[in-house]
């Protein structure tokens, strides 16, 4: 329970920590851009390497492609019905409809932080280690949203405090996700447990392909940040040593 707690809290944490951040100062785009890279080098190691053999060990091949499968299109069926504005809006600040796409954003991401808590709730019953990994990733994800949710904001109101409340609010659905996955996981089986675990995979590869890889790959002149995407391949295979 208490690894579960500290798992949580880390995820928690990192909308927080990005909002504040952006209320305070915004650090360079670079640096944004080789955290999302890094962050999808984590999620694709964790998905591949952790996640997909996991859920095999739990229930079956048929059933991890089927998780896998179902997972991202979920992922893709929330991006359908709430449009997520990505990081990048950080630089496209501009015009009179700024309160509203600020309010936009933080609607946004916050809605798509749901799912997000239910992985994190995955990877914690699948293996302590493979939910602080899988809580990593997604904070570290979550640091860029929690700056381009709460800067925005704080630029068109002028109010440091309220930007910085409302972008942090943006945790609360990860809390609920949490939860309710905690929840479920004492009253499915074996086998449907091994198809969430594919399903968070199937979520955390969609993420990259659909947000952490195009915000960041191509942003900056000379690539550097493929080598952030392999170090976070590398980390996680490291993290196999322990």
């Not at 600020?102 to 493979?130: C, Q």
């Not at 968070?200 to 942003?219: F, N, R, V």
Request: glycine fraction near 8%; include cysteine.
């Amino acid at each position: 329970m208490n690894s579960a707690f500290f798992i949580l809290m880390l995820s928690v944490l990192a909308p927080v920590l990005g909002s504040l951040v952006g209320v305070w100062k915004r650090p360079t785009d670079k640096f944004m851009y080789e955290m999302l890279s890094f962050a999808a080098g984590v999620m694709l190691g964790i998905s591949f390497l952790e996640l997909i053999p996991e859920s095999i060990e739990f229930s079956s091949i048929w059933v991890c492609v089927i998780g896998i499968i179902t997972g991202s299109v979920v992922m893709y069926g929330v991006d359908r019905l709430l449009p997520h504005i990505h990081p990048e809006v950080c630089s496209q600040e501009s015009g009179g409809n700024l309160n509203k796409t600020a309010i936009y954003l933080i609607v946004g991401i916050g809605l798509h932080n749901l799912p997000e808590g239910m992985a994190i709730a995955v990877g914690s019953v699948a293996e302590s280690k493979t939910g602080l990994i899988v809580a990593l990733a997604i904070a570290i994800h979550n640091i860029p949203e929690g700056i381009c949710t709460s800067a925005p904001y704080y630029r068109c109101s002028q109010n440091r405090m309220k930007a910085f409340l409302l972008s942090s609010a943006t945790a609360i659905p990860i809390v609920i996700g949490f939860l309710l996955a905690k929840y479920l996981f004492t009253i499915i089986s074996i086998q449907l447990v091994g198809f969430l675990i594919a399903s968070t995979a199937g979520l955390m590869i969609y993420i990259c392909a659909d947000e952490l890889i195009p915000s960041s790959i191509g942003k900056i002149s000379d690539h550097k940040t493929v080598f952030s995407l392999i170090i976070g391949v590398v980390f996680v295979v490291l993290l196999g040593l322990l």
